[in-house]
């Protein structure tokens, strides 16, 4: 499964994996457990995958990352009580 070269993430969307990468890990899943996913559920389970893997072998984004989307995605100014 290769994401690909142009990601949404540099569009400020969430990474999706391409069809074909998704397809393949149905494939794959139903040999191995002989249960077929719904596209929207290996979709979901492949990114999840996908996701831990980058984690676990590129590292985890800095806590400064965080901070600094948290922030831009929230309007402070307003009081949502």
Known sequence: MRPTKASSQQRGQ??????EAIQEFKDLYEK???VKLS????????NNLFKLYKITYMGEPSIDDFKEKVVKSHDLSTNHN
């Open 14 to 19: 969430p990474f999706m994996l391409p069809q």
């Open 39 to 46: 596209d929207a559920e290996a979709a979901l389970r492949a």
């Open 32 to 34: 191995r457990y002989g």
